[in-house]
């Protein structure tokens, strides 16, 4: 007899347990081990100037999906609704008109359909809540409105897939919580997947603790210090980073109601984004830092302490990603593109084929990881 749950978790959404391989386990207390079902393979799609998107299954070799045109796309995020083969890509596109596409090809290859959101918003940032079932993108600039556009997606609604979109009436209103306009980072939005969602706008920092209803401003204005804009918003194992100009970064593991300063050893350089190495033994308090003038930075105690790793370029790397097993992926300016096999201590990096005159904007796999080691 064969499982269909374990601990009320459907079989279909468990890849351990207690560490083992499902595959490998033939009994739970004397109970039929999870029925086999599909088993995932790592999908890496990547995406920058000029409609480029890109994707590799081993993080190493690459295949270029051109589709011409000379919109830019600025970011990418993936879910699924707990089958494989019901994943959906979506990417955030940098123009006023049919600012969302999206594919559920897998590899994304073919053409993307679009979307039109109500109002100009030239899309900069796209995050995914894997708690509220949602996407949620972000503007360039805003003169008329500070709002985030969402889209449900998950087990009960597919509105991205068949590309339905909040209005500008019924999107979360910020207007509360800063006099900033937009200009959202391709990385500047995050949730911990329970109610709570950090965005950052310029150089301030704004919260949410009712997925998005209502906002606050965090620590006053200027959370980075001033003119020092946000770029990036990552949660996972119970920590908030966030980071932007000037080599700043911030930690919190209360959700906000304390903030510790941390050096990463970036001096003034920009860090871009930040990663969490995934629920492994060997990654479950690894994070990477990515920034301008191609410098990595590595934390293997939950942010606290940092270590520079040697990139072996100075071009600006604008993205970085996990799988949550000691992978990572950054990509950046000038076609660069670099991926690490052993929980972020070494790198090695390489140029697209798409050759240097293609800036690298985003990059995403195609699971979503654990908040929490387990």
Not at 228 to 239: F, L, M, Q
Request: aromatic fraction near 8%; glycine fraction near 14%; charge should be negative.
């Amino acid at each position: 007899m064969a499982l269909e749950k374990f601990n009320d978790v459907a079989c279909s959404s468990i890849e351990k347990i207690n560490d083992a391989a499902k595959s490998s386990i033939e009994t739970v207390n004397a109970a039929g081990t999870c029925a086999s079902g599909p088993t995932h393979s790592d999908l890496w799609v990547l995406c920058g100037n000029d409609g480029n998107v890109g994707y590799s299954t081993d993080a190493i070799n690459w295949t270029i999906a051109a589709q011409g045109g000379s919109t830019d796309m600025f970011s990418v995020a993936f879910a699924n609704t707990g089958s494989y083969g019901d994943g959906l890509w979506v990417f955030a596109r940098n123009s006023n008109t049919k600012e969302i596409e999206y594919i559920t090809d897998n590899p994304p290859a073919g053409t993307r359909s679009s979307v039109n959101l109500d109002g100009s918003r030239g899309n900069r940032a796209i995050h995914y809540d894997r708690g509220g079932q949602k996407f949620m993108v972000g503007a360039k600039s805003l003169t008329s409105a500070k709002s985030i556009m969402t889209s449900s997606f998950g087990a009960d609604s597919n509105d991205t897939a068949a590309g339905v979109w909040s209005p500008s009436a019924s999107a979360s209103d910020y207007s509360d919580a800063t006099s900033n306009y937009g200009l959202f980072q391709h990385d500047n939005i995050g949730s911990n997947g329970a109610g709570v969602w950090m965005i950052g706008i310029i150089d301030d920092l704004i919260v949410s603790v009712d997925n998005g209803v209502n906002w606050s401003l965090v620590s006053g204005s200027n959370f980075l210090g001033a003119g020092k804009d946000v770029k990036t918003v990552d949660y996972a194992n119970g920590i908030w980073l966030i980071s932007g100009e000037s080599g700043k970064l911030k930690r919190t593991v209360d959700n906000g109601t304390t903030w510790t300063d941390e050096d990463i050893g970036f001096g003034t350089t920009n860090v871009v984004a930040v990663a969490f190495g995934g629920a492994g033994a060997s990654t479950a308090n690894v994070w990477m830092a990515v920034g301008a003038s191609g410098k990595i930075t590595r934390s293997t105690d939950n942010g606290i302490t940092w270590t520079l790793i040697d990139s072996g370029h100075s071009i600006n790397l604008n993205a970085l990603e996990s799988n949550g097993s000691g992978s990572f992926v950054a990509v950046g300016n000038s076609g660069k593109l670099g991926y690490s096999t052993d929980d972020g201590s070494t790198w090695t990096f390489a140029t697209a084929s798409t050759g240097t005159g293609i800036t690298l904007r985003g990059v995403a796999i195609n699971r979503m990881l654990p908040h929490t080691p387990g």
